[in-house]
């Protein structure tokens, strides 16, 4: 039979090692509250398997979370197209459980960062479309030129466009065909 707890040495002893867990465990979410980034917020979707919305100007798209980079994220949409998201152009993000838990990526090789992808849609001659920081229009054609700052994207109009690379808020396309 345990004696009863007299409020002894020991209980004061218990008491204070919790109410010093208490405190670690208060500054550690304090800590992770300050240094948590969209990068890391995505990561967690990513791994969670979460449907999400991602609202950019004017547009919203719906999908599941297949990569995260630096300062981009690929969503795959129920339609099965790939958006490319630039996460300094993302204004806000909603999510949602999926079914069937979490994907990875689709593609064997996934950039780092959003004008890696960029590169890689141009020399793949991949067709696409861009939405940039101008307005409601959607650019659709393919990436000619990749430079420092902006690229040089040709449109199936016949246009062609100079847009800096910090006002291309996504670019949508579908899947490259497996090689296996």
Avoid: C
């Amino acid at each position: 039979m345990t004696p009863p707890d007299d409020g002894g040495p020991d209980a004061d002893a218990r008491r204070e090692r919790g109410l010093e867990h208490e405190a670690l465990a208060e500054m550690a979410e304090e800590e992770r509250d300050r240094t948590l980034t969209m990068q890391v917020a995505f990561l967690e979707r990513l791994w969670a398997g979460e449907a999400v919305t991602v609202r950019v100007v004017g547009r919203a798209f719906d999908g599941v979370v297949v990569h995260v980079g630096d300062d981009l994220v690929t969503l795959l949409g129920p339609d099965e197209e790939l958006v490319d998201v630039r996460m300094g152009a993302v204004l806000s993000v909603t999510s949602s459980r999926a079914e069937g838990g979490a994907l990875r990526a689709l593609e064997h090789v996934d950039p780092v960062r959003f004008v890696a992808r960029i590169r890689e849609l141009r020399n793949d001659e991949a067709r696409v479309v861009v939405g940039a920081e101008l307005g409601a229009r959607e650019l659709t054609g393919h990436f000619v030129r990749v430079h420092a700052d902006h690229v040089v994207f040709a449109a199936d109009d016949a246009s062609e466009w100079l847009l800096p690379l910090t006002t291309i808020a996504y670019v949508r396309r579908k899947p490259r065909a497996r090689r296996d």
